[in-house]
């Protein structure tokens, strides 16, 4: 490869030739460095129109701040030769740059009296970033959150990912309905990178394997060969710890073509079809793939797949060979790669053909090496999530990396034999290839075996993997099974997004809490404080006039601030039952109708989220959702009793809004389905109250805030299991006078007077005794649960003092302990401060 950026240079020189001294802080010499980028660099004056420039103009000036902390972190890690840890995720959903690095850099107070003395305001510049969506949701997040708390600690991990050209599509609503428009995020440029091309890899897909004899240590050497190579060239997001000078990376791969012209192709005179080639392989980065929970085998996706494995781990061990030199002995001392779900799983056979192919290293000290470094996060329980790979598309695009993975499987089976003798059924159901007749690779076996630590995420969750999908491993290494209690940044999720709120907590028990999030049980005592709830209800009336605003402008509906704000917003599912959120919309708008409203709580439901585009029962749930909400709205009977939103393109940005504006969280999935959630966990920490199932981190969530103060319902995990079998939805629906008014309702077309049958298969759904997902079975217990949530909110005493102690205990739900766990008993990293810039 000959582009320019990669020729290096012959000397380079000492690095104390680039010290800087550090770059002013005031709210003047700020607004100087803002102008200057703004006239001399971006070229704009007095006459530009677009909010666009002075967005630019302060995203540099924010960035050169990074910069100097940036340099000073990688050379602290380098030097110290400090032990390293690398999560990996097809998915980083960042949310906005700006604010956050405005925040963690302590600049927020000068730069906003910087940019007033030139009549500009940091808040309307921060909403010009678009956000980088390059994540589908829960699992995404995590991501970013988990990054946050890395910096904040001070452990050395840097971040791997995909630089999507397209990232999670906008969603608009066009007559009820999900369209799907493509996030072209980069358009405009992205002031929160930088490009490496120097330090650029090169990955193999298709071709065949070669053995050959090494003439000089004759030993057997596999070469992959008549590959067809694609370039990863990697762009490095800044990742700033909270007022900490660590400043951590996010590396993401673009793919880019090589240089290389098919010879044959082009000689032939087909010169187009020759370079329209190198097209093709820029495609691998092309587009986020936007399905959440659930996997759908296209080749383009396992190529994105081991294009993020391949070139991760290639940086690494090149890293490794800059610093130690060929010696592998103490790789695993010093590594240690976290596999966010199955989706870079390919890892644990690449890291095992880069350390022989490559490296010359023989299988056993290969895989004593890959055992040693490779840990793996487990995020679902649905069979539909779990990645499976046809044998015949390896063979066809990883050719070495099938053999390996085959010889993985024989070795691995040959344990399982030798400890479970003559028990062939146990081979097979734990072999990592799914015998049949388009054979499978087994994703989640082939990291559960290539690695020493498989983690689920909630305390439910991890015990539901090793009783059921994992049993079988589990019985063979109990010891390689543990629980991470997922968490969320407190920084983006309650210091930045709930100013009003921060402010309060500060003045109350100090500012400690931003990182150290335990600190906010000595909130508890306040609740029983009036004089301090009055100012905890006037900020939460702030937060919701804010949410209220943004409402009215992007769905033209009113909520009136004395109603209870009851959102439910997360990815649409079915396992997540919004289906369940609008049956009782719908049993609250027949009770208006029947004129049954005495002790009436006025109720503004918000509902929002993506459906995967080919998910059709997600899409029609959109439509009904929507639907609802147009009849309820129109009807004069629910003036200031009753009204339902659907909001569009619910992302990171939004959320920020959201969460502080809540009152009632709505977390109510069929138990045993949702392996943690973390949006409970942000509603929580803004002092919303949870209306939830006994599922994921609800449990946890309940545990800590107490069983008053939390609305549960439904079935439990066992209940569920239990009922399969004998599930009767009509016998519910008959026998229940509420949930047979619901559908009474939804089965005469009062929701579709125009569209005849539209909503038949969420009818179909909701009565076929196969239902995964038994709506109906916890439909009574729910409306319950919300008659008790309304009752609670007209106390308005009891209710402030509720929410007041959700924020107190939410302590344990900071991504800054589930770190701490993650480094505690699986990465063993030192922490690692940074020279001072
Ligand atoms: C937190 C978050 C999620 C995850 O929400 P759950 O309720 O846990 O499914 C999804 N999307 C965005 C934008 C989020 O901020």
Request: hydrophobic fraction near 40%; charge should be negative; glycine fraction near 6%.
């Amino acid at each position: 490869m000959s582009s320019s950026s990669t020729i290096l240079l012959k000397n380079c020189p000492n690095d104390a030739t680039f010290d800087l001294p550090p770059l002013a802080r005031d709210p003047e010499g700020l607004a100087h460095d803002f102008k200057r980028y703004y006239v001399n660099t971006f070229g704009r004056d007095r006459d530009c129109l677009s909010a666009y420039y002075p967005y630019r103009a302060l995203a540099t000036i924010l960035r050169d701040r990074l910069m100097e902390r940036w340099k000073s972190t990688r050379q602290t890690y380098d030097e110290t030769g400090c032990k390293r840890a690398y999560y990996l995720s097809l998915e980083f959903l960042m949310g906005r740059a700006l604010s956050n690095a405005t925040f963690n850099l302590e600049l927020d107070a000068p730069i906003a009296e910087g940019l007033r003395t030139l009549g500009l305001e940091l808040e309307e510049l921060a909403a010009i970033e678009p956000d980088p969506g390059l994540g589908n949701g829960g699992l995404g997040r995590l991501a970013a959150c988990f990054l946050d708390s890395c910096a904040t600690l001070q452990l050395p991990v840097r971040g791997y990912g995909l630089r999507y050209e397209y990232g999670m599509f906008r969603q608009l609503i066009e007559n009820g309905a999900q369209i799907e428009e493509p996030d072209h995020w980069l358009r405009d440029g992205n002031p929160w990178e930088i490009e490496r091309p120097e330090f650029t890899q090169r990955i193999q897909f298709g071709g065949r394997t070669e053995t050959h004899r090494d003439p000089n240590t004759g030993r057997m050497i596999v070469s992959w060969v008549d590959s067809h190579d694609v370039l990863a060239v990697p762009y490095d997001v800044p990742v700033p710890g909270y007022r900490n000078d660590t400043v951590n990376t996010l590396r993401l791969w673009k793919a880019a073509a090589t240089d290389e012209f098919d010879l044959d192709e082009f000689n032939a005179g087909s010169y187009t079809e020759s370079v329209a080639q190198k097209n093709a392989a820029e495609h691998i980065t092309m587009v986020l793939y936007p399905n959440d929970a659930s996997e759908n085998g296209k080749e383009l996706r396992l190529r994105q797949q081991y294009f993020l494995a391949s070139a991760s781990i290639k940086d690494v061990l090149r890293d490794w060979v800059r610093l130690y030199g060929k010696d592998f002995s103490r790789f695993a001392e010093l590594n240690c790669f976290q596999l966010n779900d199955t989706h870079p799983a390919v890892s644990v056979a690449e890291l095992m053909r880069q350390l022989m192919d490559v490296h010359h290293l023989e299988w056993t000290e290969a895989w004593d090496i890959t055992r040693r470094t490779m840990a793996y996060t487990n995020h679902t329980l649905l069979p539909e999530a779990l990645e499976r790979w046809p044998v015949r598309l390896f063979r066809q695009l990883l050719p070495r990396i099938l053999e390996i993975i085959f010889e993985i499987n024989a070795r691995f089976l040959a344990e399982v034999a030798l400890r479970w003798p003559g028990d062939i059924d146990r081979q097979r159901r734990m072999s990592l290839i799914e015998e049949g007749y388009d054979p499978q690779v087994r994703m989640a076996y082939l990291a559960i075996v290539g690695s020493f630590s498989i983690n689920g995420v909630a305390a439910l969750h991890s015990q539901l993997l090793v009783e059921g999908l994992f049993r079988d491993f589990y019985e063979l290494w109990p010891e390689k099974f543990n629980n991470k209690t997922n968490g969320v940044t407190p920084r983006r999720w309650l210091a930045m997004c709930n100013p009003g709120l921060t402010e309060l907590l500060n003045e109350t028990i100090g500012v400690e809490w931003v990182h150290d999030l335990e600190q906010l049980v000595k909130l508890a005592p306040y609740a029983e404080d009036s004089a301090f709830r009055e100012r905890w209800h006037i900020i939460k009336q702030n937060n919701k006039a804010r949410l209220a605003e943004q409402i009215r402008e992007l769905c033209s509906v009113d909520f009136p601030l004395d109603a209870i704000f009851d959102v439910q917003v997360k990815r649409i599912h079915e396992y997540k039952r919004q289906l369940l959120n609008v049956l009782h919309i719908i049993h609250l708008y027949n009770r208006i109708k029947r004129g049954d409203t005495a002790h009436w709580t006025p109720r503004c439901v918000l509902i929002g989220g993506k459906a995967a585009p080919g998910y059709f029962m997600a899409k029609l749930i959109i439509k009904l959702i929507n639907q609802v909400a147009r009849v309820v709205n129109a009807d004069p009977a629910t003036a200031g009793l009753l009204r339902v939103a659907f909001v569009p393109d619910y992302r990171v940005s939004l959320m920020e809004v959201i969460a502080p504006g809540t009152d009632l969280s709505e977390q109510i999935s069929t138990a045993g389905k949702e392996a943690s959630g973390t949006g409970n966990m942000k509603f929580m920490m803004n002092g919303a109250v949870t209306i939830g199932t006994l599922d994921g981190a609800n449990i946890e969530i309940r545990d800590q805030v107490g069983e008053d103060h939390f609305f549960l319902f439904g079935l439990t995990a066992s209940g569920v299991e239990s009922l399969r079998g004998h599930y009767d939805p009509n016998g519910l629906i008959a026998s229940d006078p509420a949930l047979r008014d619901v559908m009474n309702l939804l089965e005469s077309g009062h929701f579709n007077q125009f569209e005849a049958g539209v909503f038949d298969p969420i009818i179909l759904s909701i009565r076929n005794p196969h239902d995964p997902w038994m709506t109906a079975a916890d439909f009574r217990s729910y409306i319950e649960a919300q008659d008790r949530a309304a009752a609670a909110y007209r106390d308005r005493e009891h209710w402030l003092r509720m929410s007041i102690l959700n924020t107190a205990y939410s302590g344990r739900f900071s991504s800054d302990r589930t770190i701490s766990e993650y480094n505690r008993e699986i990465w063993h990293l030192e922490t690692v401060a940074p020279k001072t810039v």
